[in-house]
């Protein structure tokens, strides 16, 4: 018997929607908080709910058995849709814009300049990121967390990607341009109506302006490697070389990978770094038993990837970092054919919305899940790790997610080394759900020299 054939004969109920919201159902309330809002209703509806979003129904999923079968098992069912297209405004068909054979062909070809033994300048790079910046934190002047955090995750991408140095001034520039741009990505996915790109309405001329911004700024190194430049050993001569059996890419195929990488790998890691940031100074007990922790293993050097697996608290604060604060904290999907989740049906052509916030902070997975406790993933904890998800599951997690670690540990002892973080501010620091998942305003910090 066929599976849809099953579905029929099982004669499911449909998806409870969740009451209220008038005529435009929760579009408000989604537009308003889409980190809380389904988190929220999950919590309420054992984990499954259907939302209102005008005329549109989209099924949340707010539970790990659930999650997998949609990333997972039953991938092939539930392909990106609506949500990653439209990141294709600004990187085109790049890795987290496509689907399908075009989308197979890009992550291999892409996949070997991600293996472990390519970690090593990435440790290079984020170390002489976090040096240059922390040198400039010597006066006791207050600095913002989420400034500093950009100045160093845009540092590391320029080496790691294209081998240059990106100015501070034209650091901040890109920073600015993205995270405008990526809000406006996020209005654009909510909206009832979808203007196309050539109507200037103020989401168009945001997206077109940080498109041209990343094009030409890509462009011109891309062009001098193109035109016989040397190669250094970075992200782009790799992806330009490819595998042996790999055709030569377009130079627009390039450059729309190359806006991918730079706007995924800066602001997710930038991200995720002013979080931790924010915890180091807050928990002075945590910051203490790191440096407790690196100080035999490292002697005062930066972390080496194989050094590692010495420092298993620095990992667990890492992961609790990204548990609470998931910079990444929904994730879409389509049903590409009427399927069954959680008991109830799925129509075809659904949007499926994993709420990763939801899992992270459902209290029947964590104890105490609004509180920072980075043990919880040591020792027999560590059996927690099968309910985090900060890079997604399956066939589309995220392509640099050791990369992404890497970058974190080693900025985080960098700094703990060095550096004690006070805060400025007692109040708690609320959440926005942008396109990641950032505090509601600057965190104000002073650094204190370590002696």
């Not at 967390?145 to 160093?152: H, K, L, V």
């Not at 995750?153 to 600015?176: E, K, T």
């Not at 330009?240 to 990978?257: F, K, T, V």
């Not at 928990?283 to 002697?299: F, I, M, Q």
Request: net charge positive; hydrophobic share 45%; with cysteine.
């Amino acid at each position: 018997m066929t599976r849809a054939r099953a579905l029929a004969d099982a004669a499911l109920p449909d998806l409870p929607v969740l009451p209220g919201g008038g005529v435009l159902g929760h579009l408000r309330a989604m537009a308003a908080a889409p980190h809380s809002f389904p988190a929220t209703a999950l919590q309420a509806h054992d984990g499954i709910v259907a939302l209102r979003l005008g005329p549109r129904r989209i099924a949340a999923i707010g539970r790990p058995d659930l999650a997998r079968e949609v990333l997972v098992t039953r991938a092939d069912r539930y392909p990106r849709g609506r949500i990653n297209r439209n990141l294709g405004a600004v990187i085109g068909d790049g890795l987290l814009a496509t689907e399908g054979d075009l989308w197979r062909a890009r992550r291999r070809r892409m996949q070997p300049s991600f293996r472990a033994d390519r970690l090593g300048p990435v440790a290079a790079a984020t170390e002489a990121a976090v040096a240059a910046t922390t040198r400039r934190w010597t006066d006791g002047a207050p600095i913002d967390a989420g400034r500093e955090a950009q100045r160093i995750a845009m540092r590391v991408i320029g080496r790691v990607l294209l081998s240059i140095d990106i100015a501070d001034g034209q650091g901040g520039a890109f920073a600015d341009a993205v995270q405008a741009c990526l809000a406006q990505l996020m209005r654009r996915n909510w909206s009832l109506v979808r203007w196309p790109l050539w109507v200037p309405v103020p989401v168009n001329r945001a997206v077109n302006a940080t498109r041209r911004t990343l094009e030409e700024f890509l462009g011109i190194e891309l062009d001098r490697r193109l035109a016989g430049a040397p190669q250094p050993d970075d992200l782009l001569a790799a992806l330009i070389r490819g595998r042996p059996e790999d055709p030569p890419l377009p130079r627009a195929a390039l450059l729309n990978e190359l806006k991918t990488l730079f706007a995924a790998g800066f602001e997710t890691t930038a991200t995720a770094l002013t979080w931790l940031l924010h915890l180091l100074a807050r928990h002075p007990a945590v910051a203490e038993a790191l440096r407790e922790e690196a100080a035999p293993v490292l002697g005062g050097r930066a972390p080496l990837p194989g050094d590692l697996p010495r420092l298993p608290l620095a990992a667990a604060v890492v992961e609790e970092a990204m548990r609470l604060y998931p910079p990444v904290y929904n994730m879409g999907r389509d049903c590409a054919a009427e399927d069954a989740l959680g008991g109830y049906r799925i129509p075809r052509g659904t949007t499926v919305l994993v709420s990763i916030f939801g899992i992270h902070r459902n209290p029947a997975l964590w104890d105490a899940p609004e509180e920072f406790r980075p043990g919880r993933f040591l020792g027999a904890g560590a059996a927690a790790r099968r309910n985090l998800l900060p890079y997604a599951w399956g066939r589309h997690q995220c392509i640099g997610n050791h990369f992404a670690d890497l970058e974190l540990v080693v900025a985080l002892l960098h700094i703990v080394q060095r550096v004690r973080l006070d805060p400025l501010e007692t109040a708690p620091v609320g959440l926005r759900g942008r396109t990641t998942l950032v505090p509601d305003r600057p965190i104000r910090l002073r650094p204190v020299p370590q002696r």
